[in-house]
C-alpha cells in the first residue's frame, strides 16, 4: 500500500513561514517523484514543487521560485516544503502528490492526474 500524509498547515501573516511535511508510506527499491500542488477555491490545481528520490533533483514553479524549498529527510519517508516570506495569493489547501513514472519537472508540474495523493492540508494569508 502506498500512502501519503500531509501536515502543517496553518494560518500565518503576510511574509509568515510553515513547513509542511508530507510522511510517504512506499515500501519500494524503485525511485519516484514527490511533490505539492494547491488549490485555492474556484481556481485550477497548480503544481508547486517536486523532488526526485534519483538524484535529489527539485523543481519549482515560477512562483514560489526562491520562496519555497523542497526537500527529503535522511530517512527518505518524509518530504517537507519550507515556505518562507509567504504571501496572500499562497493560500490554498495544498496536497501532497507521488508518481513512480516520472516526466521533467515543468511537466510533472503541469500534471493533473498522479498516482498517489495525500489528503490536503489548508495554508492560510492574512495581509
Known amino acids: 500500500q502506498v500512502q501519503l500524509v500531509a501536515s502543517g498547515g496553518g494560518s500565518v501573516q503576510d511574509g509568515g513561514s510553515l513547513r509542511l511535511s508530507c510522511v510517504a508510506s512506499?515500501?519500494?527499491?524503485?525511485?519516484?517523484?514527490i511533490g505539492w500542488f494547491r488549490q485555492a477555491p474556484g481556481e485550477e490545481r497548480d503544481g508547486v514543487a517536486v523532488?526526485?528520490?534519483?538524484?535529489?533533483?527539485?523543481y519549482y514553479s515560477a512562483s514560489v521560485k526562491d520562496r519555497f524549498t523542497i526537500s527529503q529527510d535522511n530517512a527518505k519517508n518524509t518530504i517537507h516544503l519550507q515556505m518562507n516570506s509567504l504571501k496572500p495569493e499562497d493560500t490554498a489547501m495544498y496536497y501532497c502528490?507521488?508518481?513512480?513514472?516520472?516526466?521533467?519537472?515543468?511537466?510533472?508540474?503541469?500534471?493533473?492526474?498522479?498516482?498517489?495523493w495525500g489528503q490536503g492540508t489548508q495554508v492560510t494569508v492574512s495581509s
Open positions: 502528490a507521488a508518481d513512480f513514472v516520472c516526466p521533467n519537472g515543468d511537466t510533472w508540474l503541469r500534471m493533473k492526474d498522479h498516482s498517489f
Open positions: 512506499i515500501d519500494t527499491y524503485r525511485s519516484y517523484c
Open positions: 523532488i526526485y528520490t534519483a538524484g535529489g533533483n527539485t
